[in-house]
């Protein structure tokens, strides 16, 4: 749990020294660095999805997955919950930057893959990679949106504790094979293409919504496992 520890951590400080620095920006580069963040989505989601899709063994799975999960989670209204919450603490802003931020540090490749090595193999090169990435992320969200940032911490804390448990005790199980992560990845970069949408004020797609749709993938493989 090394590498979830310190990315989680690196987490924690970009939030405190970006919030810190908020207090000298004028409005005009909060909102430049607001834009700065949906095109970085933008940039991460379509990399995501273009490394991932050759890969795929089931080129229309993420199709399904999307279609799927995002009737889920709007029969949940997952997005619209969250929303509220957020907002009732800290305001539509902070919402919108919270939720961004959260899929850009837990939806990644390296958020996914990096715990289950870190688990099977004790190589923490993947989440050290990313803890370098999510500490300039979380600054820049930080000196956006303040200090509410750092709610992130434990959710990704959560979300990759989740995979290195997984890759501790499923190491031999189908589920955790390459495959599956592929298809998960590629989904996880339609959601921070979404998410880039929305922080650029292009379309609000209610990206979380659509958050069911990684367990898809996990499912299909399940279901396939069964009758192979």
């Not at 949106?145 to 189908?174: E, N, T």
């Not at 094979?177 to 650029?200: D, F, Y």
């Amino acid at each position: 749990m090394l590498g979830t520890i310190v990315n989680t951590g690196c987490i924690i400080v970009g939030s405190i020294v970006g919030s810190l620095l908020k207090k000298g920006l004028g409005q005009k580069y909060q909102q430049t660095l607001y834009n700065a963040m949906g095109l970085a989505s933008l940039a991460l989601g379509a990399n995501t999805f273009v490394q991932n899709m050759p890969k795929s063994e089931f080129p229309v799975l993420f199709i399904l997955s999307i279609a799927l999960g995002g009737i889920a989670g709007t029969a949940l209204d997952l997005d619209g919950r969250t929303q509220r919450l957020i907002a009732k603490h800290g305001g539509a802003d902070l919402a919108s930057g919270l939720i961004s931020a959260c899929l850009l540090f837990c939806v990644g490749t390296f958020s996914i893959v990096g715990p289950i090595l870190s688990a099977t193999t004790g190589d923490n090169t993947f989440l050290f990679t990313n803890a370098t990435l999510d500490l300039v992320t979380s600054m820049v969200f930080a000196t956006t949106y303040g200090i509410g940032i750092i709610a992130a911490a434990p959710i990704l804390f959560c979300w990759q504790g989740f995979f290195y448990m997984l890759g501790k005790f499923a190491a031999d199980s189908p589920l955790v094979g390459g495959t599956m992560i592929n298809e998960m990845a590629i989904v996880g970069g339609l959601l921070i293409i979404s998410s880039g949408l929305s922080l650029l004020k292009l379309k609000d797609c209610k990206t979380l919504n659509y958050i069911p749709a990684l367990v898809v993938p996990a499912l299909w493989f399940l279901v396939k496992g069964l009758f192979v």
